[in-house]
C-alpha cells in the first residue's frame, strides 16, 4: 500500500505536486563535489561549486551559493546520498551526523542526553527531546526552532533503532510552509548490496507527515 508516501527515484517532478496515488520522483543530480576539507566553511564552498542546483530550486531563487552554515544540510546531508551517506563529500556528513547522535542521545541506556551535552554549533536551535515507541521502532524526536534544511523550515528530526535488529531510520519533517519540491530532486537513490543481495535504496517522502524518511 502505497500510504501516500513517495520513493524519491526517477519519473519527474510533477507527481510529487499532485501528491496522488503510488508514485516516484525525480532525484537525479550531479553528485557533490568530492573535494571536502575541514570544517563547515569548506563544505559550503564545496557544495558551492559542486552541486547541480536543481531547475525547481533555481525558480524559488534558492541557489547552492547562498545556503547558510547553519543550515542542516551540513548534519543530514547524507540523506541525499540514497540514504547511505558513503560516497564523497556525504561520509563526511555521515561522520559529523554520528558524532552529533552520540552527544544527544545515550544509546546504551536509550534516552536523551542533558542539553548541556548537546553539541554547541546545534543547541541553539533544539527545544527539546522527545522518545516514544510503537513497539518496534524507539524513535528520539528533536523539536527544532530557527532550522532549515536547503533554506526550507524545518520542524524535527527524528533518529530511531528498531529493538533487537541492526535496523535504524532517520527522519527530516518539514514545516508545513516548506517548499519541499524545490529540493526533492536533490536525494537520489541507486542499488547497493546488502547482505540478502542487491537492493534499491533511498528516501520516501510521505505527503501526510511533510517528511522524508531513510531506512538503514
Known sequence: MCRNKFVLSGIGLAVLLS?????????????????????????????????????????????????????MIFLMGWMEDACQGSTPPYDKISDRYYVFKDTVIDMDNSRARPSAQWASEYRNQIQNITKSTDGSYVTFSLQLKNAYYRKQPLKAIETGYREGTEGAHAKLIFAPSANVPAIISNFKARRVEGMGGMYDSGATFNAREFSINCEL
Not at 531547475?55 to 543550515?71: L, V
Open 19 to 71: 501528491l496522488s496515488g503510488c508514485a516516484e520522483v525525480s532525484v537525479l543530480t550531479k553528485d557533490i563535489s568530492t573535494s571536502v576539507g575541514q570544517g563547515v566553511s569548506t563544505m559550503v564552498k564545496d557544495i558551492t561549486t559542486g552541486i547541480n542546483t536543481p531547475t525547481q530550486a533555481k525558480t524559488q531563487s534558492q541557489s547552492s551559493t547562498s545556503i547558510p552554515a547553519t543550515d
